[in-house]
T-cell receptor, first 112, second 113 residues
Framework: KQEVTQIPAALSVPEGENLVLNCSFT??????LQWFRQDPGKGLTSLLL?????REQTSGRLNASLDKSSGRSTLYIAASQPGDSATYLC???????????FGKGTMLLVSP | SQTIHQWPATLVQPVGSPLSLECTVE??????LYWYRQAAGRGLQLLFY??????ISSEVPQNLSASRPQDRQFILSSKKLLLSDSGFYLC????????????FGAGSRLTVL
């Protein structure tokens, strides 16, 4: 059974810092990996999708990497802003039908 | 463009009462549809998914059920709610198979008292 772990559970940084969120998974036979953002009481917004054949994806200040062999992914946020404050969730896909296994998330607070 | 709607947004129900949460997707056809639950202190858990009308796959045994009466409509139901059914329920969709982005609705907050 796939297990997804996110470290740290919570992170507080001052505005402008670069930061890294970590995600690890136990079964390396994955189909894809997605990073999501969730604001309090809201649904999830997809940030980046990495296919199993890819090593990284970039969108603006966000960069996600994938190392299948070691069962790890990182989300790098450059020049953090207060608007980045949210919970970031990592999810591993097992098939083409997006039946994802989620981590519990990292709660990020960026202070002005 | 495609949009996904969920309702109701908030629901407070007594133990033993029935439940019906609805989800619809607009602007696409034959989407894959999903119900996830997010309970306090736990990660998101896939409950059901559907790849077509009348086709439902259940991931976790429970007192919940799902139905897909129309191509773009997905319903989550229960005949008798339990306290443990409380949580944040999220509907989501993707198009076809492959490494496609999963798009979520705004969620339905269920409190069972």
């Amino acid at each position: 059974k796939q297990e997804v772990t996110q470290i740290p559970a919570a992170l507080s940084v001052p505005e402008g810092e670069n930061l890294v969120l970590n995600c690890s998974f136990t079964d390396s036979a994955i189909y894809n990996l997605q990073w999501f953002r969730q604001d309090p009481g809201k649904g999830l917004t997809s940030l980046l999708l990495i296919q199993s054949s890819q090593r990284e994806q970039t969108s603006g200040r966000l960069n996600a990497s994938l190392d299948k062999s070691s069962g790890r992914s990182t989300l790098y946020i450059a020049a953090s802003q207060p608007g980045d404050s949210a919970t970031y969730l990592c999810a591993v896909g097992h098939s083409g039908y997006s039946t994802l296994t989620f981590g519990k998330g990292t709660m990020l607070l960026v202070s002005p | 463009s495609q949009t996904i709607h969920q309702w109701p947004a908030t629901l407070v129900q007594p133990v033993g009462s029935p439940l019906s949460l609805e989800c619809t997707v607009e602007g696409t056809s034959n989407p894959n549809l999903y119900w996830y639950r997010q309970a306090a202190g736990r990660g998101l858990q896939l409950l059901f998914y559907s790849v077509g009308i009348g086709q439902i796959s259940s991931e976790v045994p429970q007192n919940l059920s799902a139905s897909r009466p129309q191509d773009r409509q997905f319903i989550l139901s229960s005949k008798k709610l339990l306290l443990s059914d409380s949580g944040f329920y999220l509907c989501a969709w993707t198009q076809g198979t492959g490494a496609n982005v999963l798009t979520f609705g705004a969620g339905s907050r269920l409190t069972v008292l």
